[in-house]
Nanobody, 115 residues
C-alpha cells in the first residue's frame, strides 16, 4: 500500500513563507515523479509543481519564481518551499504521484494566506 502524508500547512500573512513536506512509503520512491497540486472550494485540483526522478522540475506559471520543489530520496520526502505567499495561494495542497498506473494522493494540508 502506497501512502503519501502531507504536513506543514497553516496560516501565514501575505508575503510570508511556508514549507510543505510529503512523506512517502510503500513504493520505490526514487523511481517516481512527485507532484504538488492545490484545490480551492468549487474548483478542480490544479497542478502546482513537479519533480521527476532525475531531479528536473516544472512549475505552474502562477508560482514560478516563488515556490521551489525538492526531493530527498534517502528520507523519501518531497518538499514545497513557498515564498512570497499571496492570498490567492490559499488552498488545500495535495501531494501526488503515480504508481502502477494509478494516481495516488495524500490527504491534503490547508494553506491560508491572509491579506
Amino acid at each position: 500500500q502506497v501512502y503519501l502524508r502531507e504536513s506543514g500547512g497553516g496560516l501565514v500573512q501575505s508575503g510570508g513563507s511556508l514549507r510543505l513536506s510529503c512523506g512517502v512509503s510503500g513504493m520505490n520512491f526514487r523511481l517516481h515523479p512527485m507532484n504538488w497540486y492545490r484545490q480551492t472550494p468549487g474548483n478542480q485540483r490544479e497542478f502546482v509543481a513537479g519533480i521527476f526522478a532525475n531531479g528536473s522540475t516544472n512549475y505552474a506559471e502562477a508560482v514560478k519564481d516563488r515556490f521551489t520543489i525538492s526531493r530527498d530520496n534517502v528520507w523519501t520526502t518531497v518538499t514545497l518551499q513557498m515564498n512570497s505567499l499571496r492570498p490567492d495561494d490559499t488552498a488545500v495542497y495535495y501531494c501526488n504521484s503515480r504508481y502502477r498506473g494509478n494516481q495516488v494522493w495524500g490527504q491534503g494540508t490547508q494553506v491560508t494566506v491572509s491579506s
